[in-house]
């Protein structure tokens, strides 16, 4: 096959111990998913229906460097679990949702706080705020044949040796199998998707020179150096 243009290049996470590369398709993630978390950003606790939005998978970050991006000065983290799936399909009931993941890994969700803001007030999507650029730094998926299925685990993010967020991914108020038998009512899922499934209260500003570095239990961790853009 001929294209017109040089094709994009693959993207892909490594996986842990291996040679071997997962490839990814599509980045979806969950909204609000801690209540602690809801409740810093000024919501009500509680269990509303989930709700998603997507990065685009070359936004993904694998080199341990953040360039800040343009056009805001409100960066946050937001560390989270990642589920990578090995299969996928519609409808998928919880009860079955497990058999569809490969493996795990530690992810930030990096946001523009300040163009979110301004977003939601305008009632206008929350692209730029969520989908610029390197704004999902994730590391080494973990298979879960190694680690079995996550449902406790504890899942925290330090920046320069300080702990900000600190807590465990059984605070979830939507569990993995929920998240993924949700959005297969709302997508058709394929083997290489990833989702990105929310994340604990401490969520805080970064600045260039900052050092950051995400773990979870069982699963591995990221350091992350904030630095200026290119």
């Keep these: 096959m001929s294209y017109v243009i040089a094709a994009p290049r693959p993207v892909s996470v490594p996986v842990k111990a291996t040679n071997l590369r997962f490839p990814v398709r599509r980045i979806y993630c969950v909204g609000r998913n801690y ?18 939005f997507q990065k685009p998978a070359d936004a993904l970050v694998l080199d341990g460097n953040f360039p800040y991006p343009s056009g805001s000065s409100n960066v946050h983290h937001e560390v989270e679990l990642v589920v990578a799936l090995q299969s996928g399909g519609k409808d998928i009931p919880p009860s079955a949702a ?15 706080r300040d163009l979110q803001a301004k977003a939601k007030q305008a009632g206008r999507p929350w692209e730029v705020a969520k989908a610029f650029d390197h704004s999902a730094p994730v590391s080494e998926i973990t298979p879960a044949a190694e680690i079995g299925i996550l449902d406790r685990a504890g899942i925290s ?4 040796g300080a702990q900000r967020q600190n807590s465990n991914i059984s605070e979830m ?38 050092a950051l570095s995400a773990r979870i239990e069982g ?12």
């Excluded at 497990?98 to 523009?112: C, E, F, L, P, S």
Aim: overall charge negative.
């Design 157 to 160: 993010l330090s920046v320069n």
């Design 98 to 112: 497990n058999q569809h993941i490969y493996g795990y890994a530690v992810g930030i969700d990096m946001t523009r």
């Design 35 to 52: 209540n602690d978390h809801v409740i810093e950003m000024g919501g009500a606790p509680g269990r509303e229906p989930p709700f998603f």
């Design 173 to 210: 108020i939507w569990s993995v199998p929920e998240i993924i038998s949700e959005l297969s009512k709302l997508f058709e899922l394929y083997p290489g998707d990833i989702i990105f499934t929310g994340t604990p209260q401490g969520v805080g500003p970064v600045q260039i020179g900052d």
């Design 219 to 230: 699963v591995g961790e990221i350091n992350l150096q904030v630095c200026k853009p290119s």
